[in-house]
């Protein structure tokens, strides 16, 4: 959800805040107020190319500002992987657009690249509107509609069909890549060989144990120190132990007194056993020391003898892991890998059969697949027929098409052919359609309008049960007059179909039309004022006796009405307004006569 839009010195907004709330946000203006200003702010955000001629002619910088409120993990998770940890539920994004071309980027205060911003998009908005922002034209997208409707009609048995076809293709890929690796040519497997005997030997003949390196750079250390450490040591001893004045006699001989005076004082009594006990520890760690100095002595061989073996440690580590545990891992992969490379025919006989057993499996959930697929479709096509007929598309029909694309050197064949196949099915969806009777339905990318594919993405969100809070893993919805062309009870429909949409999320729409404005659950109007010969725009959320005046000024035109302001009111579903002043005076003197 978009919580907060600022604005600075972008074309002739010279500086501009707006608050965004949950539901329909309506975007109105005049015509060249600069309502798509609004847009190009969004769209900036969402990583959208800059240009210097969107910068204010007296500024040398132009920089927007968004609050935005992500749901889900997914995008903490990616910002994760860039090493920003955001541990509130906002994320302010920031972007700063110079003049010499220069951009910035910054989320949360963090410099990121324009790269991560167009990675998060998707999880703060999305912008429809154009065909190039809309995207609905893209293959993967029309089959994840058509999925997502699946899961809403069949729930549970829909995701494990979806899920079967892509652990099938992951099972096959992986046998796949272990025949070709034992059925290479000769010469190929056999310099493959050699290289993995190499490293095994390599690895075995070091004898490695795993964690050594960690004791070994202790004992290095201790022996190119043992005269510092040795002299720490005897001095420990002496004070401890071994000197006359040591710790331990001077703990003896106060012992004593204080058994002295044990026989005048009781307190005293318990100070004994205490000493006692101190003497004793000091005794024990005075031996232990001593212990320790006596074994250590510098010992240039030893030492020697610790460098080479580091050596050798370190030579496998910079080839085959960063640590001793790892590069012994990779010694048991390189002997298994060496098992399928020796194997023998037998064993590549038994590989091929497990290979064609699971390109079957996967042949045989992919069919199943397609064919769920085409019950949704029939489901969809009915939805949008529907839904599109709401939105002053009547006479226009969506179909859903599957196509198997032919590859020669693709194992999988259907009908006798060989064709691709994925993670996501054998055949690829298409969406086809036809605005007109008559015409015969083809891509969506060749016949759709961009209006068209504004209100088809519209009722596809609706037929599919979607919400804003589900579309587009959560991002706000962003529609640039999808209401071009139409108008009355038309209109209304695309109204209260995103007002629909924004029900469980935030729909926001830049209209044009009285009667979509009047289903916003927060109105935002865009206001172009000229003062001392400069033009600025103004954008503000206007209150509910504003918005009347708004709707009755795109009712009615540059002249507002009280007709015009009684339609408004009854488009807002307002009471009518009281009479006073004359109107009233007047309306007593028709009753009176």
């Known amino acids: 959800m978009l919580r907060h839009l600022h604005t600075k010195n972008l074309a002739v907004i010279e500086e501009a805040s707006v608050d965004f709330g949950p539901g329909l946000n309506v975007v109105t203006g005049e015509t060249g107020a600069g309502k798509s200003l609004v847009v190009d702010s969004l769209a900036l955000l969402a990583g959208a190319r800059a240009s210097a001629d969107?910068?204010?002619?007296?500024?040398?910088?132009?920089?927007?500002?968004?609050?935005?409120?992500?749901?889900?993990?997914?995008?903490?998770?990616?910002?994760?992987?860039?090493g920003i940890e955001c541990q509130d539920t906002e994320l302010v994004v920031r972007r700063?657009?110079?003049?010499?071309?220069?951009?910035?980027?910054?989320?949360?205060?963090?410099?990121?690249?324009?790269?991560?911003?167009?990675?998060?998009?998707?999880?703060?908005l999305r912008i429809h509107g154009q065909r190039e922002e809309l995207g609905l034209v893209a293959p993967d997208l029309?089959?994840?509609?058509?999925?997502?409707?699946?899961?809403?009609?069949?729930?549970?048995?829909?995701?494990?069909?979806i899920d079967a076809v892509a652990a099938a293709y992951a099972q096959y890929q992986e046998l796949a890549r272990r025949l070709s690796r034992m059925t290479t040519d000769?010469?190929?497997?056999?310099?493959?060989?050699?290289?993995?005997?190499?490293?095994?030997a390599e690895i075995a003949g070091a004898g490695l144990s795993a964690g050594e390196e960690d004791e070994l750079h202790v004992q290095r250390g201790v022996l190119r120190h043992a005269e510092q450490i040795g002299d720490v040591l005897s001095l420990g001893t002496q004070s401890l132990l071994e000197s006359e004045n040591s710790i331990a006699s001077q703990l003896a001989r106060l012992k004593a007194a204080v058994e002295r005076i044990a026989k005048i004082d009781p307190v005293a009594v318990e100070w004994v056993g205490e000493l006692e006990e101190l003497r004793i520890r000091a005794e024990d760690l005075g031996t232990t020391v001593r212990s320790r100095r006596d074994s250590i002595e510098a010992d240039p061989a030893k030492?020697?003898?610790?460098?080479?073996?580091?050596?050798?440690?370190?030579?496998?580590?910079?080839?085959?892991?960063?640590?001793?545990?790892?590069?012994?891992?990779?010694?048991?992969?390189?002997?298994?890998?060496?098992?399928?490379?020796?194997g023998?025919?037998?064993?590549?006989?038994?590989?091929?059969?497990?290979?064609?057993?699971?390109?079957?499996?996967?042949?045989?959930?992919?069919?199943?697949?397609?064919?769920?697929?085409?019950v949704w479709s029939n489901e969809l096509t009915q939805r949008m027929h529907r839904e599109l007929g709401e939105l002053a598309l009547p006479s226009a029909t969506l179909e859903v098409a599957f196509e198997t694309r032919p590859r020669e050197d693709s194992p999988l064949k259907i009908d006798g052919a060989s064709v691709e196949f994925h993670p996501?099915?054998?055949?690829?969806?298409?969406?086809?359609?036809?605005?007109?009777?008559?015409?015969?339905?083809?891509?969506l990318a060749k016949v759709a309008s961009g209006g068209e594919l504004s209100r088809l993405y519209l009722a596809l969100q609706l037929a599919s049960g979607a919400s804003a809070a589900s579309a587009q893993s959560g991002g706000a919805l962003v529609f640039d007059e999808i209401d071009t062309g139409v108008g009355g009870a038309e209109a209304a429909a695309i109204g209260a179909k995103m007002q629909s949409l924004g029900a469980s999320g935030q729909v926001l729409a830049v209209t044009h039309l009285p009667q979509v404005a009047s289903f916003g659950d927060r109105h935002v109007r865009v206001e172009k004022q000229v003062s001392k010969g400069s033009t600025k725009t103004a954008v503000r959320v206007l209150d509910m006796s504003e918005r009347v005046e708004e709707l009755a000024r795109m009712l009615g035109g540059a002249e507002i009405t009280e007709v015009t302001r009684q339609h408004a009111r009854e488009l807002l579903g307002l009471p009518d307004a009281p009479p006073s002043g004359d109107a009233a005076e007047r309306r007593g003197l028709r009753s009176v006569q």
């Open 54 to 82: 969107l910068i204010r002619s007296d500024a040398e910088g132009l920089s927007v500002t968004g609050v935005f409120e992500p749901v889900g993990t997914d995008w903490r998770e990616l910002l994760g992987e860039a």
């Open 96 to 124: 700063e657009v110079a003049r010499s071309g220069r951009n910035r980027v910054f989320l949360d205060d963090h410099p990121v690249t324009l790269r991560l911003l167009s990675q998060l998009s998707p999880y703060l």
């Open 142 to 161: 029309q089959r994840a509609w058509l999925d997502r409707l699946g899961l809403e009609l069949e729930g549970e048995a829909a995701q494990h069909q």
């Open 186 to 200: 000769d010469r190929s497997r056999q310099e493959r060989v050699d290289l993995l005997r190499y490293q095994a």
């Open 303 to 342: 030492l020697n003898g610790i460098e080479d073996r580091l050596a050798v440690i370190e030579r496998l580590l910079r080839k085959y892991g960063l640590n001793t545990a790892a590069v012994l891992e990779h010694e048991q992969t390189v002997r298994e890998e060496l098992l399928e490379l020796e």
């Open 344 to 374: 023998n025919d037998e064993q590549i006989q038994e590989l091929e059969d497990q290979v064609k057993t699971s390109l079957d499996q996967y042949a045989t959930a992919a069919r199943r697949l397609t064919a769920s697929r085409k």
């Open 424 to 443: 996501w099915g054998q055949e690829a969806v298409v969406f086809l359609f036809s605005s007109n009777p008559g015409e015969s339905p083809r891509p």
